[in-house]
């Protein structure tokens, strides 16, 4: 069972894109995603997804990385391809399944959908694939700063993202030990229908939350021996900082992208 | 000096107190290893060093701050480390530097410092090397190792050790005790160990053992081994080759009682 494990998860090759500062990675990201959902017909989208493809190229990470993210999404994207171009007894038509049938129209619908969805997620999982953990919640940190004026509490945040982050292959581990513990007790995972499936998990979730609280409790209970106290007064060790080239390629690459969105 | 005196405490759910009147002192330096069956109140004596617990009644100090006054609970975090059993439990950051850094980074040092005292740490453990590497893919010996360094990149003077190599395989076991061993001897810690193994009782400088929350010895830690009733109350097992040692002794040759490994029994018979 690997379920948690691998999506998206860093891979530390060496390329410009992994220099890049992660707050202006995040800057990018939403650059692109705010592109993706001006843009009104597929010259701007090809466009975009010509970028990405580029971005891809460039960070030296394995297609397989990234195809792994997809695999994820892959029933969305078959789901509003069909949505959309599905339509039921239409005047004219490109191919016909009894009374359902594929229009042209509904088909091109379709597909600007789909892709859309492909480049977001392709861009998005890139910001993962090529920024460390630590480097992603101190970059989300620096970008949400300003919302601590709101008394939003960011730091605490950060530190329970990267808590997150950290107990991911944990979790998952602790599952894997659990289920085969079952397993060894005669409980069966892979037979019969989804809803069987998923109810034979039920016996799995319990221990695992049991175990999650105690361990909630424990690390609670260490930090603090360790004097933590909240983020006020807390230094990093490593300080990450925008640098002019970080500003000047989330400026510029931005605009760049937000223009394909808004012209095409 | 870390000091106990009269110590009692109890869980506000429980009935009976887990610990009641305990008094000892430990000096940098020393080696004083906590031994008891399992509910004798040692996880308790050692919440209550850094004040994670506060006494009911008597007092605990710290180099004479007392951990009862909550404006010094985090001076006395710093001074005293702690390691707890599960490394898991304990490790908070994303990568192994990471953290080690957590503790400075709490105490709010600059940057350049942290990266001094995380080095310095890992070293001491023997971790250097393995700075980016994820925690999960570290050996649960490793991990353990980690979590001392944790503790000393705050910059203690007394640690706390609570079973701290359960958890671990015989190798992992003797590469923690000689860790921990050197962090007394070597680098001038004040040691507490609670601990199961009776191997770890023979390389203390002094032992304690509780029954029932009340200290029913301290002293030197040949005579704990040497009173087989009260290890088996403790729950210590001496293994093999303490069992050996005692066959020997009644034969008349000279085994000590802290000779509870293969080697030290043969050094012991062929000087
Ligand atoms: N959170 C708690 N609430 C109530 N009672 C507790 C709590 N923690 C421990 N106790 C009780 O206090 C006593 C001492 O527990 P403690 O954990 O200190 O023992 P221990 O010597 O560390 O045992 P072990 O060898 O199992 O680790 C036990 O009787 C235990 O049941
Ligand atoms: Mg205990």
Known sequence: MKPISGMGQYVPTDSPLHHLDAAAKIGLAAALTTALFMASGFAGLGVLAAAVAWAVASSRVPLRAVARGLGAVSFVVVFTLLANSLRWEPAVALLRIGPLAVDAAGLRTGAFFAVRILVLVVGTTLLTLTTSPVRLSGGLERVMRPLSWLRVPVGDLAMTLTIALRFIPTTAEEAERIVMAQQARGAVFDKGGPIRRARAYAPVLVPLFFQLFRRADALATAMEARCYRGTEGRTRMREERMRGVDWLVMLGLGAALVAVGWFL | ?271
């Open chain 2, 1 to 271: 000096m870390l000091e106990f005196a009269e110590v009692s405490f109890a869980y506000p759910t429980a009935t009976a107190p887990a610990l009641d009147g305990v008094s000892f002192s430990l000096e940098p330096g020393q080696l004083l290893v906590v031994v008891g069956a399992n509910g004798s109140g040692k996880s308790t004596l050692a919440r209550l060093c850094d004040g994670l617990l506060t006494p009911g009644g008597g007092r605990v100090l710290v180099d004479g701050l007392d951990t009862a006054d909550v404006s010094l609970v985090w001076d006395i975090r710093v001074k005293v480390g702690m390691v707890f059993q599960d490394p898991d439990d304990q490790i908070v950051g994303t990568t192994v530097d990471d953290d080690c850094a957590f503790g400075p980074e709490n105490l709010g040092l600059p940057p350049e410092e942290i990266v001094a005292r995380v080095a310095e740490a890992l070293t001491s453990v023997g971790m250097d090397g393995l700075e980016r590497r994820e925690p999960h893919l570290l050996s649960e010996g490793q991990k353990q190792r980690l979590a001392i360094a944790g503790a000393l990149a705050m910059g203690p003077r007394y640690l706390v050790f609570d079973e701290p190599s359960a958890m671990l395989d015989p190798a992992g076991r003797r590469s923690a005790i000689a860790i921990i061993e050197r962090l007394a001897h070597e680098q001038g810690h004040g040691v507490l160990l609670v601990s199961h193994d009776a191997a770890d009782v023979a390389r203390a400088d002094r032992a304690l053992a509780l029954s029932g929350g009340c200290v029913v010895f301290e002293g030197a830690p040949e005579d704990l081994l040497a009173d087989a009733a009260l290890l088996r109350a403790c729950g210590l097992a001496t293994g093999s080759m303490g069992v050996l040692g005692e066959r020997l002794r009644a034969l008349g040759l000279a085994v000590p009682v802290g000779a509870l490994e293969a080697e030290s029994v043969v050094d012991a018979l062929w000087p």
